[in-house]
């Protein structure tokens, strides 16, 4: 594989830095390094959001014709890569990675226009309605029902693990419409809206202290027949397209390096002499590179408008288990030091410390808020299972 820059990507290279110069403050930058959790929070992501629907920038994933740039993979590489390393924070992932794309794919023409432009613009926030209790790797038993009483589904029951619930105006989600014939056969994807009458939402916190996911409760929820994305029973299906979205849909090869080179930094400041730490840190950094590479081929799938197919299970699992290594040595090399944090509240709002300092803080609320990266959007188990049938057909 040739990775040199053309000419013309290393003009566009340095367009992406000019505008992150500017797009990117100084205190967008501290609260993306102190975020230990898995998404930032739109007060922290919406401003840059913002700034980037006003470049054209803000879905380098979607076709032209529904607001995307244009980008060839490369500049799409070069765009993700440059926005990590310039602490930019993602904004809404569930809207513009799982639901976006679902819509564009599956939508009517009235949905796409309802709801793909507020998902630009990020007036809309959305949050993702899969996992109830008792269903989370075996979906398919999921119990929420929705019936037909009039030109509405009148939903009845639960979801769980809600992550954002609370800061988002609109859920997707599945329910199930019949209980005829194979599980898989009776589930139907919905859109609603948050604010409709009967969802309430409790907070969970997770084990970091952070609060992201929350339960969600549907008491005689009405939803217009208009909000079914696909034919009624045939959810199933937009539910699978979606999770190879939610698994490999987006770059993080940038991301897990700028953690990575934190990390560096640490071990030389800590630890520089210790072999043990030194050997995992250079297994860390060959499985970078390596996957950085998986995801540069997958991108060219994305950007020709397919999906990404089995491999996003492949990406899913190894990217989840080397950002907990990264977690892990840091939290190790940092010692004690970094054990001592306040957990109830986002440390960006509650610290006033010097930035060294601040980020040792963050180690160990992330450390442990990051073991939820292979149970989230499908365990390590249920990963290994997909690709044992699909790649290797056992
Ligand atoms: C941080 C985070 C954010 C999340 N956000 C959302 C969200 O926004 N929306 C949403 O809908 N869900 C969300 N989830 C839920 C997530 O999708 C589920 O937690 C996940 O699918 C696992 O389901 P479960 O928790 O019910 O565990 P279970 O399915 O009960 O699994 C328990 C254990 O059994 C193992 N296991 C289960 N079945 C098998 C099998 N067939 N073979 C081998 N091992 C098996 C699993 O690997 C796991 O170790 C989130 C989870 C996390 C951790």
């Known amino acids: ?40 929070d739109p007060e922290v992501s919406l401003g840059f959001h913002k700034a980037l629907t006003r470049k054209g920038w803000s879905v380098p994933h979607w076709p032209k014709e529904h607001g995307g740039p244009d980008w060839t993979a490369v500049q799409r590489y070069i765009f993700d ?3 990590a390393r310039a602490g930019a924070p993602t904004h809404n992932a569930s809207g513009s990675y799982f639901v976006g794309p679902v819509l564009i794919h599956y939508g009517t023409p009235e949905q796409k226009a309802k709801y793909l432009p507020k998902i630009v613009s990020g007036e809309d926030h959305w949050c993702q309605g899969y996992s109830e209790p008792g269903s989370g790797s075996d979906l398919a038993s999921l119990r929420t029902r929705a019936v037909v009483e009039g030109d509405h589904y009148v939903v009845n029951g639960q979801k769980i693990w809600t992550t954002h619930a609370h800061k988002s105006n609109r859920i997707f989600m599945l329910v199930r419409t019949s209980t005829e014939g194979k599980r898989q056969e009776g589930i139907t994807f919905l859109l609603a809206d948050m604010n409709t009458p009967g969802i309430a939402v409790r907070p969970i916190r997770g084990n970091g202290g952070d ?8 008491d005689n929820v009405r939803v217009p027949l208009q909000q079914r994305v696909g034919e009624e029973n045939k959810g199933w299906e937009v539910a699978k397209f979606l999770l190879e979205f939610e698994r490999g849909g987006s770059l993080v090869a940038g991301r897990v390096r700028a953690q990575y080179a934190q990390l560096v930094k640490l071990v030389h400041e800590r630890s520089p002499d210790d072999p043990d730490i030194a050997a995992r840190l250079a297994e860390i950094g060959i499985d970078l590179d390596t996957m950085e590479m998986i995801d540069i081929s997958v991108l060219s799938i994305l950007q020709s408008g397919k999906n990404p197919g089995p ?44 930035p060294e300092e601040e980020e040792l803080l963050a180690l160990a609320p992330r450390y442990l808020n990051y073991r939820a990266y292979t149970i989230a959007g499908g365990t390590t188990e249920i990963q290994t299972n997909i690709l044992a049938k699909t790649m290797l057909g056992l």
């Not at 907990?324 to 040595?329: G, I």
């Not at 054990?339 to 509240?345: A, F, G, V």
């Open 311 to 354: 491999i996003s299970s492949l990406l899913k699992l190894r990217w989840s288990q080397i950002r907990q290594q990264v977690t892990e040595l840091a939290l190790e090399t940092a010692g004690e030091d970094a054990l001592r944090w306040e957990p109830l509240r986002p440390l960006y709002e509650t610290l006033q410390l010097p």
């Open 1 to 40: 594989m040739d990775l040199t820059l053309s000419k013309d990507d290393l003009a566009f290279r340095d367009e992406v830095r000019a505008f992150l110069k500017d797009g990117v403050s100084d205190d967008m930058r501290r609260a993306v390094r102190l975020t230990t959790g898995f998404i930032y």
């Open 211 to 218: 609060h992201e996911f929350n339960e969600v409760f549907f």
């Open 81 to 83: 890569t440059e926005c």
